[in-house]
């Protein structure tokens, strides 16, 4: 019996967010997530997947990878990500991982930091969320993760109020984040009507929604050693655009 994933879908795009914004990235969406963020646009890939096998997603990837084989680069690119959903709820998202870094990609995994992630192969870069107040999941966040985290993983707090932001500084300064890798203060980008899943848990009430101007003078005039960052291809695409 074929090792198999069930996935959304998979991709070529440019990488939207993290450290690595702007560079090609072939992204893989599994299907399935046991949270419900506020402010979550990937709604559709709570239950829409087909199982594959991974030499399947392989050879997809491959060929997506395909065009850029003679390209000079300082690195393999596309890059590749593994995203949802949340991948780490299929077990075998690690092999695949593996199999990508022996094969030459640089990996990638976006994960919401509510599993564990020290399973993950050494050599994939894990960018983990630490859920802010505004997301309604905070107490979902598995802090037992921080002493697994290395320079090469990012943090990633999406912030989408002034609550979001002060517990963010908070956690921030408490446990030296950025003594530990890249810290990211990502700007919640509003959902469209089609994105608001009816299961999304609300925002708390009595917090103050932030704009992303707001955010990025906060982050200099406390002088954070972050990095602040939109969702890129929001900006290039249509923010419910798929596939990109």
């Known amino acids: 019996m074929p090792e198999t994933l069930v996935v959304n879908e998979i991709y070529l795009s440019l990488q ?16 399935a997530c046991d949270l419900r963020c506020s402010y979550c646009d990937t709604a559709y890939a709570f239950a829409e997947g ?7 997603v392989e050879r997809r990837i491959a060929n997506l990878a395909l065009p850029f084989r ?9 890059l590749v990500e593994l995203t949802g959903g949340e991948p780490l709820l299929q077990e075998n998202a690690l092999p695949l991982m593996q199999r990508l870094c022996d094969a030459g990609f640089v990996v990638l995994i ?14 994939v870069h894990r960018i983990m969320d630490l859920k802010c107040p505004s997301s309604g999941e905070v107490e979902k966040n598995l802090w037992r ?3 697994h985290l290395k320079s090469s993983d990012e943090i990633k707090f999406v912030i989408g109020t002034h609550e979001d932001y002060e517990w963010a500084k908070h956690q921030l300064n408490e446990h030296h984040l950025s003594s530990i890798c890249p810290v990211l203060f990502s700007w919640v980008s509003p959902l469209t009507p089609e994105q608001q899943h009816k299961s999304l848990k609300r925002v708390p009430a009595g917090q103050t929604p932030i704009s992303r101007k707001e955010l990025a003078e906060w982050i ?3 002088a954070l050693p972050v990095r602040f ?9 249509a923010p419910d655009a798929r596939g990109v």
């Open 16 to 31: 939207g967010e993290s450290t690595f914004a702007g560079l090609p990235c072939v992204f893989v969406r599994l299907t």
């Open 50 to 56: 087909k199982k594959t096998s991974l030499e399947e």
């Open 70 to 78: 003679e390209a000079p680069s300082l690195m393999r690119l596309p």
């Open 110 to 123: 976006e994960t919401s930091g509510a599993h564990d992630i020290s399973p993950v192969d050494a050599r």
């Open 145 to 147: 993760n921080l002493k």
């Open 220 to 222: 200099m005039a406390d």
């Open 229 to 237: 960052q939109v969702q890129m291809h929001k900006v290039i695409w």
